[in-house]
C-alpha cells in the first residue's frame, strides 16, 4: 500500500458520475505540469500523468465505481465513507510506472501537501496474467481515507478499534504474517488485513491461495468464516456496506 498526499476538488457525495472527458477540469489546469487526465466517480478523482494510457485509467475508474456501487445501482452503497472520501481530499494517483513515479517533481510541490492520493502504476493494471494491483491500491484507498474515519471505533487504524484488535487476533493465529519492516501497525498492518478479509470474502482471492499463502492462509469465503467469524460479523453488518459482492471488471 502507498499513500501520498497530493489534491483535488471538494465535490458533492452522492452525485451521480459526470461524463467527464479525459483533460483536466477548469479548476485543476495549474497540475498541468504534472498530469493531464482526469476522471472522477461520486466526486473522489483519480489523475495520471500523460504516459498513462487512456484504458489504463478508465480501468481504474471502473474498479472504484465496482467498489463504491457494489450493487450496481447507480448510486453510492454507503453515502457516509464517500462524504470522508470527499472530506479528506482522496483520490487516485496514476503514472505509467515506479520510475515515472519516483522522477516526479510533483511531490516537492505545495499543491502535494493538499491531498491523500494513493499510487497505482499503469503498468500493474489489469495485466494480463498477473493479479491487477488496483484491485488494492483503490481498496486501500476507501478503507483508510473512508471507512476508516467514517466509523472510526469500528475501522480506524489504531490497536484498540475493533479492525485493530481483529488483526492482532489473526496475527497471533497466524492467519495473517506481514514481515515488511516499513509497515507500522496501526496505519498499515490493519489496512493490509482489512484488504485481504474483504477481498477473501467477496472472492477476489480464491484463485490465489498458493500464491499469498506466505501473507493469507484465509483465502476464500469459507476460510474467512470457519477461521475469522469475528471479523466476517464485522464486515457483514448492514450499516456498513461493503463491497462484498464479486468486483467483476472487464478491460
Known sequence: ???????????????????????????????????????????????????????????????????????????????????ELIRSNAGMVMFSNEDEAEKSTIWESRQSQKYELFLVSGDETNVAGRFDASLEEVLHMITDSGYGPAYPSAFGAKRKSQLGRLTSAAVRRGDFVYDDPSCDFSSCMTQEYFYWSVTSLNGLQE???????????????????????K?????????????????DVQP
Open 231 to 247: 471479523m466476517v460479523a464485522l464486515i457483514t453488518k448492514k450499516r456498513y456496506r461493503m463491497p462484498l459482492r464479486p468486483i
Open 1 to 83: 500500500m502507498m499513500l501520498l498526499t497530493l489534491w483535488g476538488p471538494a465535490l458533492t457525495a452522492g452525485a451521480a458520475p459526470p461524463d467527464e472527458g479525459p483533460g483536466l477540469p477548469p479548476d485543476q489546469v495549474d497540475l498541468a505540469p504534472w498530469v493531464s487526465q482526469f476522471r472522477e466517480v461520486f466526486g473522489v478523482p483519480i489523475f495520471a500523468t500523460n504516459q498513462v494510457t487512456g484504458d489504463d485509467v478508465d480501468h481504474v475508474r471502473d474498479v472504484l465505481k465496482a467498489y463504491l456501487d457494489n450493487n450496481r445501482d447507480g448510486r453510492p452503497d454507503n453515502r457516509k465513507v464517500v462524504k
Open 207 to 229: 484463485d490465489r491461495c498458493e500464491e499469498i499463502s506466505d501473507e493469507w492462509r484465509n483465502c476464500t469465503p469459507e476460510l474467512m468464516r470457519l477461521n475469522d467469524p
